[in-house]
Each structure stands twice: as structure tokens, then as C-alpha cells.
């Protein structure tokens, strides 16, 4: 008896074996897709995660200011050098008038008639038409107002007659000069009140071009504040490079030289409390020049000129650009770099805290930025935030007139 027996053709097997990589395929695809997409969601978490930090760390420097001056770290203390924006007023030194309440010398001594409206020492007395080469035809308001008690004002008119003048007030010509000697030009304007006039007379000395010295030439009696193209003393560096010219306090504003208010001192131009991390040299200068903004006078290197020399970068993780103080630890090799910088200008009248989190992908090198600006803490309280003492630290206030408040930089 035959027997028939059934198997498997070979297009039978072929077509068996098609199906079944494509089902093998199908699948392997489909883990792909979504360990791809669990990876994805992981370096978005992980991205969002650091951008999350990174807020709350910028948000924690406009109030601390610790990128700046750290006060639990001598070394990260470059700007309480002279003449910079944490320079204790312990150092102030300057001589003030000769009796009553314009013989008042540093900052607050009489915190009840510091720039009060209705006290006569608050009163600015220029002549607001003077400009960089004035020869005092309207008047010798030098007379009235000045920073030297016996200046001398005779003029290149050959005026007589105004040599050792025994000037009436001091005060706001002597504020105005040691803040700016102190702390420098965003030290100063973070100081003086927002409706100050910028102007302040002295010993009068004769114009000349050459050499670029305003204490000496070449100046008028307020050229110090008007002359763009002027060294502030002491001179600078000369080989500062082609983008670190030494320029002065004053803008041209289309050539109108003239004494100015915050706005107008800083409406085409910036002043910026200076990174740190650049070195002594280029610090004094940083911090007391402007720096050209927009109004059709800024290239396209000097606003990231600025930004450069005033934001100081923070690495939020342990790689490259680590350095943040609270550093959570070892960062995996896949986590992207990310950091955390603020830059502190004055730009139209305007204290601006301009915040960036910028994170880089490890794989492929793309940069993202998130840019923000803040509230936070002001210079001057960020000062008075700090110990004066040796060692620094963080000053303690226990109440108005306590004997255990710390001296701050302000005492």
C-alpha cells in the first residue's frame, strides 16, 4: 500500500523564510524607534534639567553676584583691587571742603543729607552749555562748585583775578570724583542718584593734543567728563590692542560735548562692571570706558566685544568649562556642556542683567542659547553684602545700629 507523505516546497520554505525576516525586521525597527525615542526623551529630560539649573543658577548670581567677587574665596576677589566696582571705601582718602557739611569725606557719612533735594551741598552747579574746550564766557561756575578748595580758574581768555578761589561747596564735586576714582564708571552711576548731572570742575589747565593725560592735557576745567577721545588718569596701557582703545567717559552724540545726565552719557553707549578673568591690566581699563552700543556707531565686533568683557562664564557640570561652586559631580560623557554666564551694563539710563544658558550637544557639537534679563541685587548691595574684613566672608546684620553688624565694602 503506497503512502503519500506532505513537506514543505522550496517556495513554500523561501516565502516562510521572507515573512519572517520581515517580521524580524519589523520588530528590530520597531525597538529601534523606540530606543531612539527613549533616548531622545532622556537627552531632552536631561537638557531640560540643565536648563532648569542653569535659570535658577543665574537667578542666584543677580542676587549674589558671585562670579564676580566671591567673598569664601580670596582668589576670585580681582575687582576689590583700586578703583574697581568691590574696592572696600576703606580706602577712600580723598580730602574734602573746608567746614560744615561740605567737608564731608567717603560715602555716607551723614546718611540723613546724603544727596537730600532740599540740601545745597546735593545741588550740581555747571554750567550745562560748557563743552570740552569751554573758555568760561557764561561764568566761572568753578567759583561756586569745584573739587579743589583753592582752585585755580584763569582762563586762556587771560581772565585774572581767579587764582586760589575759596569755593563755597565741595561736596557734589567731591562725591562725584571719588565714587568714579573708586569704583569705577558703573560703580559711580549705580551710586549717584538717576537724575545726576556728570560734570564737576577743577584747577583749570590749558588745552593742548598731545599727550592724551586729562589731569594734565589735554583738558578744560571739566574735560575729564567731555572729552571722548581722553586717557582717564592714571594713563592706560598704550598696547591695549585696536579694539581696547582708551576712550573716555563721554560719547560723541554728534559732537555736542557738553555735561549730560545718565541717559545721555549711555543712550549710544554702555558702561559694564568688568569680567573679572581678564587680567589687571585691562580691568581698570574695562571699567572705566564706554563702550559703543548701537546709534549707528557700534561695528559688528563691538557688541560681542562687550559681552565678552562683561559676562563671566560658569561651567554648570564637572568637563571642560566646569567651575560652579556647588558641582553636583562627574558628568557622563553623553550629558551635554553647559554654561551659565551674566553680563552687568548701563545702557540707556538702564541697569541691565542680561542672563545666558548655553548648553552643547557632545554628539554632534550643535550650540543652543537661551538669553533672559533679571532683577536682582544691585552693586550696592551686593557690597554691602560683603565683609570688609580680612579674609572676606558674608557680613552679618543683626538690626539697625546692632554691635555685631560686620563692616561691609560700603563702611
Not at 575759596?166 to 567731591?174: D, E, G, K, P, R
Not at 576714582?181 to 538717576?194: R, V
Not at 598731545?210 to 572729552?227: E, V
Not at 568683557?309 to 560623557?333: C, F, H, Q, Y
Request: net charge negative.
Amino acid at each position: 500500500m503506497t503512502r503519500s507523505q506532505h513537506a514543505f516546497t522550496l517556495i513554500e520554505m523561501m516565502i516562510a523564510i521572507a515573512l519572517g525576516l520581515a517580521i524580524v525586521y519589523m520588530a528590530f525597527a520597531g525597538f529601534r524607534a523606540a530606543s531612539q525615542s527613549v533616548t531622545a526623551v532622556n537627552r531632552l529630560s536631561i537638557e531640560n534639567t540643565l536648563l532648569r539649573a542653569g535659570y535658577h543658577a543665574a537667578h542666584e548670581e543677580l542676587d549674589f553676584w558671585r562670579m564676580y567677587d566671591d567673598p569664601d574665596d580670596a582668589t576670585r576677589q580681582q575687582l576689590r583691587a583700586p578703583e574697581l566696582p568691590f574696592q572696600p571705601f576703606t580706602a577712600w582718602t580723598y580730602a574734602g571742603g573746608s567746614g560744615g557739611t561740605e567737608a564731608d569725606t567717603g560715602w555716607e557719612r551723614r546718611n540723613s543729607l546724603n544727596f537730600a533735594p532740599h540740601h545745597p551741598r546735593s545741588w550740581c552747579r555747571v554750567n550745562m552749555t560748557d563743552t570740552v574746550k569751554s573758555d568760561c564766557r557764561s561764568g566761572q561756575y568753578g567759583m561756586y562748585s569745584n573739587r579743589t578748595a583753592g582752585a585755580s580758574l584763569n582762563n586762556f581768555w587771560n581772565s585774572s583775578g581767579y587764582s586760589g578761589m575759596n569755593v563755597a561747596h565741595l561736596w557734589y564735586a567731591t562725591q562725584l570724583h571719588g565714587l568714579w576714582d573708586q569704583i569705577g564708571t558703573y560703580g559711580m552711576m549705580a551710586y549717584m542718584p538717576s537724575n545726576a548731572i556728570y560734570g564737576a570742575y577743577g584747577d583749570y589747565v590749558a588745552w593742548s593734543t598731545s599727550p592724551k593725560t586729562p589731569d594734565t592735557n589735554p583738558t578744560s576745567i571739566l574735560s575729564i567728563w567731555l572729552n571722548p577721545d581722553a586717557e582717564h588718569y592714571p594713563p592706560f596701557p598704550a598696547a591695549l590692542g585696536p579694539d581696547l582703545d582708551p576712550w573716555g567717559f563721554c560719547n560723541y552724540d554728534g559732537y555736542q560735548m557738553c555735561v549730560r545726565g545718565r541717559y545721555r552719557v549711555s543712550y549710544r553707549t554702555a558702561f559694564m562692571v568688568p569680567n573679572p578673568n581678564f587680567g589687571s591690566g585691562n580691568l581698570l581699563h574695562d571699567s572705566r570706558r564706554e563702550w559703543e552700543a548701537d546709534y549707528g556707531g557700534a561695528t559688528s565686533t563691538d557688541l560681542p566685544l562687550l559681552m565678552e568683557r562683561t559676562s563671566v562664564p560658569i561651567g554648570l557640570l564637572d568637563g571642560p568649562d566646569a567651575g560652579l561652586v556647588n558641582d553636583p559631580g562627574e558628568k557622563p560623557e553623553t550629558w551635554p556642556d553647559a554654561q551659565v554666564a551674566v553680563a552687568r551694563v548701563l545702557k540707556d539710563a538702564r541697569f541691565v542683567n542680561l542672563c545666558r544658558i548655553r548648553w552643547t550637544n557632545p554628539l554632534t557639537g550643535a550650540v543652543q542659547e537661551l538669553s533672559f534679563s533679571g532683577f536682582g541685587t544691585t552693586l550696592r548691595g551686593a557690597r554691602q553684602q560683603r565683609r570688609s574684613a580680612a579674609g572676606g566672608g558674608w557680613a552679618r546684620w543683626h538690626g539697625a545700629g546692632h554691635a555685631s553688624n560686620d563692616a561691609t565694602l560700603d563702611n
